[in-house]
T-cell receptor, first 105, second 117 residues
Framework: GEDVEQSLFLSVREGDSSVINCTYT??????LYWYKQEPGAGLQLLTY?????DMKQDQRLTVLLNKKDKHLSLRIADTQTGDSAIYFC?????FGAGTRLTVKP | NAGVTQTPKFQVLKTGQSMTLQCAQD?????MYWYRQDPGMGLRLIYY???????DKGEVPNGYNVSRLNKREFSLRLESAAPSQTSVYFC????????????????FGPGTRLLVL
């Protein structure tokens, strides 16, 4: 069936870049999304990319999409301790398991 | 706007008890969703309602029922709770189930933590 996969954990030092990767199987999605979940809260939309784009930049966030390989990534530049959260990749109603990003001072 | 609200925030049940999780949104959204979140498994869709008057099964519907009471409210019922239903439950809504970002972006409630003993 259709699936969205991501690694579960990522740890970086404050000021470094973080790259969170995601693979998906449903090639019919028009948009792909990144959501952020902070402790004890629901998910909030972080950014999205239209499926005919290769890259989207939004301040410290860069989304890369390789449609041929069905690979999506989220890069966070100059990662801060406030970026510590769980990041979910999603297409339509299907979500990945979430990547827990830990930022060490 | 309160966005998406869920009640209760936390609930403890004994095996076999029943309960209803409530969800309401004030954004005039057409579509509403119920997910469960388990460690290492991410969000799994239980049921969704693409529009008022319709409901459809998601990935893990067994043991649950839903009611789209009106456009604002979408409830999730556990008829006979089991320990396997211990989870965090999230309700979400979106403007519609179409292909646009605006239509597809989901807004989430704060979640209900359910413990079944």
């Amino acid at each position: 069936g259709e699936d969205v996969e991501q690694s579960l954990f990522l740890s970086v030092r404050e000021g470094d870049s973080s790259v969170i990767n995601c693979t998906y199987t449903d090639s019919s999605s028009t948009y792909l999304y990144w959501y952020k979940q902070e402790p004890g809260a629901g998910l909030q939309l972080l950014t999205y990319i239209f499926s005919n784009m290769d890259m989207k930049q939004d301040q410290r966030l860069t989304v890369l999409l390789n449609k041929k390989d069905k690979h999506l990534s989220l890069r966070i530049a100059d990662t801060q301790t406030g970026d510590s959260a769980i990041y979910f990749c999603a297409e339509s109603r299907r979500f990945g398991a979430g990547t827990r990003l830990t930022v060490k001072p | 706007n309160a966005g998406v609200t869920q009640t209760p925030k936390f609930q403890v049940l004994k095996t076999g008890q029943s309960m209803t999780l409530q969800c309401a949104q004030d954004m005039n959204h057409n579509s509403m969703y119920w997910y469960r979140q388990d460690p290492g498994m991410g969000l799994r869709l239980i049921y969704y309602s693409a529009s008022e008057g319709t409901t459809d099964k998601g990935e893990v519907p067994n043991g649950y029922n839903v009611s789209r009471l009106n456009k604002r409210e979408f409830s999730l019922r556990l008829e006979s709770a089991a320990p396997s239903q211990t989870s965090v439950y999230f309700c979400a809504s979106s403007e519609g189930g179409g292909w646009g970002v605006r239509l597809g972006t989901q807004y989430f409630g704060p979640g209900t933590r359910l413990l079944v003993l």
